[in-house]
């Protein structure tokens, strides 16, 4: 079984034009689902003038609205909890979880019996693609949020799985010494906080037994130095994997070549990538970046049509030496974190890629700091704060002046670093919050 390529080799190496064929049906199956049985979907289908209509080409999937995440949360409130999104009958839903929202109320993801199967059949070919296989138990940290269970139904199905929960470091140290864990799935930026957690119990990372990271949730696994310094402080290999409570807990995952991370959720979701200004379609073609889209293929309980993600990518590639067909990506930043410096656009993940560079004298650990709002608060220079590790006080000199430079290189605007000493600055085992406010 180790030996298998593929979970799912008829999905994963599938011709692109008979994916096109396939895709464009279950497409029409599901637009016509959604005009039956969502009041959403039929009122937003009605004032575009599509109620009712099929679609003659994949293409013409353009004509159809965008969904926003905004209004799923204004469905759920008109008719809490599914929201009018909901398509099936709510005894139907057999899970319900909410995502991690950051605006005081969550939003609830149901999934059927049938959409638990299709998530986990997803996860599972992207997790077989990083190289997931039997003899790995995984603990899994991230168990209140929707992706967990899919997660953890991959591993159950692969290998083995110890559910741990989040802040329970104790508990995940455990499954390593004791419970014979030897991967991780966590948030790119997580590895190196537990590493600092590791050394506060003078335990050396190296002698854990990790064998692979995969990491998710943020960009920055796919970074060279931030992947060389994981890599060298756990002796493990690390990967980068994707999805999203939304539209898919799991659908991208790089290969063993990792020129980027594959789409495999291929029957299940059909990804666009738009233009985030002008909302048009973009071919997709190594070098092209844009937002990425997703509309459902299957879905039962809240079928999503065109879904912005507000994940800004980048495509890798087309073809891979692995065989899959399916086309890669790296995640850049994320629109709604978008900082505008003077009309420049700057995404705090890319700070971070920059900061992270500078290894091993920053540990990847920032906070940037918002005075005002914008776009007053964004005017520079820009108030970032560094953790480091120079050893003296003419290093960190030198290194602030090194990274302001660099900063105005790479992202073309200036900033004012102020560096701090390891551990001052909060440290997440989620996702890690890069900007911070600080007025009221």
């Not at 014979?180 to 906080?193: D, M, Q, V």
């Not at 003077?342 to 906070?367: H, K, M, Q």
């Not at 990274?403 to 997440?428: D, G």
Request: net charge neutral; with cysteine; hydrophobic share 40%.
């Amino acid at each position: 079984m180790n030996a298998r390529p593929y979970w799912n080799p008829a999905a994963e190496t599938i011709a692109p034009a008979t994916l096109a064929r396939e895709t464009l049906a279950q497409l029409q199956h599901q637009l016509a689902y959604v005009s039956a049985r969502s009041t959403f979907y039929q009122r937003k289908l009605a004032a575009a003038g599509r109620l009712g209509r099929s679609l003659a080409s994949l293409e013409a999937l353009s004509e159809l609205p965008f969904t926003e995440k905004s209004e799923l949360r204004e469905s759920q409130l008109a008719i809490p909890p599914y929201g009018e999104h909901l398509a099936c009958a709510p005894s139907e839903v057999r899970r319900l979880y909410s995502t991690s929202g950051t605006t005081g109320r969550p939003t609830y993801i149901g999934l059927t019996t049938r959409d638990i199967a299709t998530w986990r059949e997803a996860a599972i070919r992207s997790f077989w693609c990083a190289g997931l296989r039997p003899e790995h138990v995984v603990p899994v940290v991230v168990s209140p949020f929707v992706v967990a269970a899919s997660y953890a139904d991959a591993f159950e199905t692969v290998g083995t799985c110890i559910p741990v929960g989040v802040n329970m470091t104790d508990r995940l140290v455990d499954a390593f010494r004791f419970a014979g864990a030897n991967a991780l799935l966590c948030t790119s930026s997580y590895p190196l906080h537990f590493a600092q957690a590791l050394a506060q119990r003078d335990i050396d990372p190296r002698q854990l037994g990790l064998k692979i990271i995969f990491g998710g949730g943020e960009p920055g696994a796919s970074i060279p130095w931030v992947r060389q310094q994981i890599e060298d402080t756990f002796g493990c290999q690390l990967v980068e994997v994707s999805g999203n409570g939304d539209y898919c807990a799991m659908a991208w995952a790089e290969c063993e070549h990792r020129l980027g991370m594959h789409f495999s959720a291929q029957g299940i979701i059909y990804p666009e990538i738009i233009d985030p200004d002008t909302g048009v379609s973009l071919a997709i073609e190594a070098g092209v970046r844009g937002e990425l889209v997703c509309t459902s293929l299957q879905r039962e309980s809240q079928p999503l049509l065109r879904f912005r993600t507000r994940d800004q990518v980048l495509v890798t590639h087309t073809e891979c030496a692995c065989g899959r067909t399916g086309f890669g990506i790296r995640i850049i930043g994320r629109t709604d974190d978008l900082l505008i410096v003077r009309g420049v656009n700057v995404y705090p993940s890319a700070v971070r890629d920059v900061i992270a560079s500078f290894a091993p004298l920053t540990n990847g650990i920032l906070e940037i700091q918002l005075l005002q709002p914008p776009p007053a608060g964004w005017e520079p220079p820009v108030h970032i704060k560094v953790e480091h590790h120079a050893p003296t006080t003419a290093a960190a000199a030198e290194l602030k002046q090194a990274i302001e430079a660099r900063l105005r290189e790479k992202l073309i605007f200036r900033a004012e670093i102020e560096l701090v000493p390891p551990n001052a600055l909060p440290h997440y085992e989620y996702k890690a919050q890069l900007v911070k406010k600080l007025f009221t």
